[in-house]
């Protein structure tokens, strides 16, 4: 009884069988583009993570001077348009700070605050001419962090000016070869 059912439907459909086409997601062009583009996308993450891991390994390399140095170089206040930008920008000033002066007199200045990291560093030996910069750029990260001070993009660069300055400052010197 369904033979003669599917029988009866293909003769019926025989004078259109020649233009009745299959499905574009049954051609072999389609899951030949299909699988082309899944390579692609596969091929795209794995090159992206790979990159990401390469730059990331890079920048673990560096001592804390250089990469603060590097991040200091990208740092635009001319960019900074809201307060929430202001705040991530001296956040990560006074962070490559702490970092740097961290590992450089191998002290612990993650768990101090801002208003502490001076205070800390009077017991190593760093510069007394630097502890009045320090404090300020720390201060000013204070004041926009939490205090909701304005935008000054002048004060902004200059704090960035100092900051590189007092890294370069405090550079480790390079031990003679040979």
């Given at each position: 009884?369904?033979?003669?059912?599917?029988?009866?439907?293909?003769?019926?459909?025989?004078?259109?069988?020649g233009?009745?086409?299959?499905?574009?997601?049954?051609?072999?062009?389609?899951?030949?583009?299909?699988?082309?583009?899944?390579?692609?996308?596969?091929?795209?993450?794995?090159?992206?993570?790979?990159?990401?891991?390469?730059?990331?390994?890079?920048?673990?390399?560096?001592?804390?001077w250089?990469?603060?140095?590097?991040?200091?170089?990208?740092?635009y206040?001319?960019?900074?348009?809201?307060?929430?930008?202001?705040?991530?920008?001296?956040e990560?000033?006074?962070?490559?700070?702490?970092?740097?002066?961290?590992?450089?007199?191998?002290?612990?200045?993650?768990?101090?605050?801002e208003?502490?990291?001076?205070a800390?560093?009077?017991?190593?030996?760093?510069?007394?001419?630097?502890?009045?910069?320090?404090?300020?750029?720390?201060?000013?990260?204070?004041?926009?962090?939490?205090?909701?001070?304005?935008?000054?993009?002048?004060?902004?660069?200059?704090?960035?000016?100092?900051?590189?300055a007092?890294?370069?400052?405090?550079?480790p010197?390079?031990?003679?070869?040979?």
């Amino acid at each position: 009884m369904e033979e003669q059912k599917i029988e009866m439907l293909r003769e019926q459909l025989q004078d259109i069988y020649g233009i009745w086409s299959v499905p574009f997601w049954r051609t072999n062009g389609f899951r030949i583009s299909l699988l082309i583009g899944i390579l692609t996308l596969i091929g795209t993450g794995a090159l992206f993570f790979i990159w990401r891991w390469y730059c990331k390994r890079t920048l673990q390399r560096m001592p804390a001077w250089q990469r603060a140095l590097h991040l200091f170089k990208e740092l635009y206040p001319e960019k900074v348009a809201t307060l929430k930008q202001a705040e991530l920008l001296y956040e990560t000033i006074a962070d490559a700070l702490r970092i740097h002066l961290q590992e450089r007199y191998s002290c612990d200045l993650q768990s101090c605050t801002e208003l502490e990291v001076v205070a800390a560093l009077v017991h190593y030996p760093f510069p007394k001419k630097w502890h009045k910069q320090l404090q300020g750029i720390l201060d000013r990260s204070v004041e926009v962090r939490f205090g909701g001070a304005s935008i000054d993009r002048l004060q902004m660069r200059r704090h960035i000016d100092d900051a590189c300055a007092l890294v370069q400052a405090t550079m480790p010197e390079e031990k003679p070869r040979g």
